[in-house]
Each structure stands twice: as C-alpha cells, then as structure tokens.
C-alpha cells in the first residue's frame, strides 16, 4: 500500500482531485463575491409548486439555511474535531457551516464535500460557484472539494468520518441508488460517528429503514418544521449514531509524499 493511501482518509490512489485546490493554483479565479450566493433548490420543483411556490422560495433561499445553523451549531467540539463530509454539497450550503465550525476557535483540518454538480437540481451547480463561496467566507484552506457520484462508492476508506450530512439531495436518485449511497454513508462513517439528513417526506423513512437493517439502532425521525416546507411538500430529518463497536478512528491527514 502507498503512503497516500496509508496516511490519507481515501481508499484510491492518487486521491481524487480537490476542486479547491486545483481552481486557487489556476490562473483564472471566479469573481469574488460579497456574501455567499447558494442558488434554488429544482426549478422545476418550483414551478410545480404553483400557489404554494412563496412557501418553496422561503424554504429554499433561507429556511434550509436557518435549520442547517440549529443543526450544526447543536454539534459538539468534539464531533467537528474529526472529519466530516457533506454528501451532495452542492453550493457549499452545509458544507461551509460544517467548515467554519472546524475553523473556529482553532482549525482542526477541513471539511469534505461530494457532488456530481448538476445544474437541474441546484441553479448554477459548480465547483467553481462553491469555491466562489468558500473564499468569500474566508474558508479555502478549511474546505476539500471532489466530483463522485454518491451513488456509487464513495473514494474515502471505512469508518473515517464523524459526522456526514446530506441536504436534501438523496431524494434526487432512484431507489436503488438511494439504497445504495445509504450503504456507503454507512460504510465511510466513523463508530460513534453521526449522520445527519434532511430530505422530503416520502424518502426518509426509506433511509431509516437501511440504517435499522443494518444494526443501527440509535435512529431518529422528526418533522422538519415550517423552515422547510417546499410548497406543499414538508421535510423530514434522520439523525443516526453508527454503533461504537471499537475506537473511533484517528484524525487521518492528506500525505504530502
């Protein structure tokens, strides 16, 4: 086994690329931006909302953003003090939360994120538009960012990460593939680690359901409140502990050699 593997949380060699990485040595940068711009959740989903696309507006452009804030800021030192992973990140709307909780009061290394960007299921989903956002808040060096489906395996190693989230963004594949990102969540999250995930009601208890078969047993399932409701859809939040069979893993770091 090489030494990128051994001392790296990937279980692929050479890792694959860091969008932030790869963008901040080019020669072109994206415009810089005075506040983060996170774009609309499925245009067609707004579209579809007909009378009720104020509520889907709200839920989008700021009542997402308001739970995730209660959500995160509920996550102790600790958990943030590992690895983390926001699958599905899209914009950078959850993954920047969890990055800035790693950065402050002292850095204790970055936050990864995965996503296939497509634009159909966030307005101008990019890499570039979510490096855009990192350096507007600061958090370049705080933020690791790869294109993998998340329907597929995931290129990290077994029981790495603390915490994994997921906004909204599983309901977008079949069911299969859904059963699938759930198993490599499963698979990628640390012993004692959390997952959370927010999504629309209809799916989430599906999630659940994996967790439970596969021998989790700390799973919860509540209402995502008026924040959330897109149109007449509302949303449901899975929060789950993987069992603590053995000791957590070390914080593993990127090898330089």
């Not at 997921?166 to 999250?189: D, K, P, T």
Request: with cysteine.
């Amino acid at each position: 086994m090489s030494s990128v593997i051994a001392n790296s949380i990937y279980n692929c060699d050479p890792p694959p690329q860091d969008h932030v990485a790869t963008i901040r040595a080019s020669s072109t940068q994206p415009d810089a931006l005075k506040k983060p711009s996170y774009g609309l959740d499925s245009p067609k989903g707004l579209m579809l909302s007909n009378v009720a696309a104020p509520l889907y507006l709200y839920a989008s452009l700021k009542g997402k953003r308001d739970l995730w804030d209660d959500i995160i800021d509920k996550l102790s030192p600790d958990q943030v003090a590992g690895p983390v992973l926001d699958v599905g990140c899209g914009r950078g709307l959850v993954l920047l939360k969890l990055a800035q909780r790693k950065k402050t009061p002292r850095p204790t290394g970055p936050a990864y994120g995965i996503d296939i960007f497509n634009s159909a299921d966030q307005t101008g989903n990019s890499p570039t538009a979510t490096y855009a956002n990192a350096a507007c808040l600061s958090l370049l060096d705080h933020v690791i960012l790869h294109t993998a489906n998340f329907t597929l395996d995931f290129p990290f190693r077994d029981d790495v990460f603390n915490v994994i989230t997921a906004s909204l963004a599983l309901h977008n594949v079949s069911s299969a593939s859904r059963e699938s990102a759930i198993g490599e969540v499963i698979r990628v999250c640390a012993p004692g680690g959390e997952v959370i995930i927010l999504d629309l009601m209809g799916y989430v208890s599906g999630y659940r359901k994996i967790f439970l078969q596969h021998g989790w047993t700390d799973v919860s399932l509540d209402l995502g409140g008026a924040k959330v409701m897109f149109g007449l859809w509302p949303c449901q939040l899975l929060k789950a502990h993987k069992p603590n069979v053995g000791p957590r893993p070390a914080t593993y770091h990127i090898s330089a050699n």
